[in-house]
């Protein structure tokens, strides 16, 4: 069965890093497009950043744009976000989805999410 | 980007009655393949999203047939015949007919009353 298991989630100060991990399993994670999507405290969802299922193009939302940077390695079924100079209001959960859209985005499969929580 | 507004943002319901969600965009979702891309996804307590309702009105599969959706260009609308105990949470429709990026409503708690 589709499993995606983030990690890599915790506290960090303003202006630090932190990279989180999504390791996936059940499908053949190189046919897939892949989104990180986020849900900060009390509020509501947002798309943070997609990957194309070659890897091929990248978008990322306005509020992340310049700071993360989302990869994957088809070799080790993983989708990494990158997150530098993090900001108090990136805190939230994060969760890794598999998007099986093929011309809009279909969100099928959501992991259990990872927190990250940005304070000083 | 698209903004997606969802009334009510509570939703109080007494076991067995009926529920519904409005969900409005900021402009029509109709996409130029002819398809309108509106999902609809509950979010059970403790738990991630899990898609509910594609494309407007299609059910994901498994998904109970006391759950609906309808609606066209602009305004859409989720309902549930009778509210189960297991419905409740927060329930967020998603646009993506214009994306990058997708957009999300608020998000509406359903409770039992």
């Known amino acids: 069965q589709v499993q995606l298991v983030e990690s890599g989630g915790g506290v960090v100060q303003p202006g630090r890093s932190l990279t989180l991990s999504c390791v996936a399993s059940?499908?053949?994670?190189?046919?897939?497009?892949m989104q990180w999507v986020r849900q900060a405290p009390g509020k509501g969802l947002e798309g943070v950043a997609v990957i194309w299922h070659d890897g091929g193009k990248k978008y990322y939302a306005d509020s992340v744009k310049g700071r993360f940077t989302i990869s994957r390695d088809d070799s080790e079924n993983t989708l990494y976000l990158q997150m530098n100079t993090l900001r108090a209001e990136d805190t939230a959960v994060y969760y890794c989805?598999?998007?099986?859209?093929?011309?809009?985005?279909?969100?099928?499969?959501w992991g259990q999410g990872t927190v990250v929580t940005v304070s000083a | 980007d698209v903004v997606m507004t969802q009334s009510p943002l509570s939703l109080p319901v007494t076991l067995g009655q009926p529920a519904s969600i409005s969900c409005r965009s900021s402009?029509?979702?109709?996409?130029?393949?002819?398809?309108?891309?509106l999902d609809w996804f509950q979010q059970r307590p403790g738990q991630s999203p899990r898609r509910l309702i594609y494309?407007?009105?299609n059910r994901v599969s498994g998904v109970p047939d006391r759950f609906s959706g309808s609606g066209s260009g602009t305004d859409f609308t989720m309902s549930i015949s009778r509210v189960e105990a297991e419905d409740v949470g927060i329930y967020f429709c998603?646009?993506?007919?214009?994306?990058?990026?997708?957009?999300f409503g608020q998000g509406t708690k359903l409770e039992i009353k």
């Open positions: 494309k407007v009105s």
């Open positions: 998603m646009q993506g007919t214009h994306w990058p990026p997708v957009t």
């Open positions: 989805v598999r998007d099986d859209g093929a011309v809009v985005p279909v969100f099928d499969y």
């Open positions: 059940g499908f053949t994670f190189s046919n897939y497009g």
């Open positions: 402009q029509s979702l109709v996409h130029s393949d002819g398809n309108t891309y």
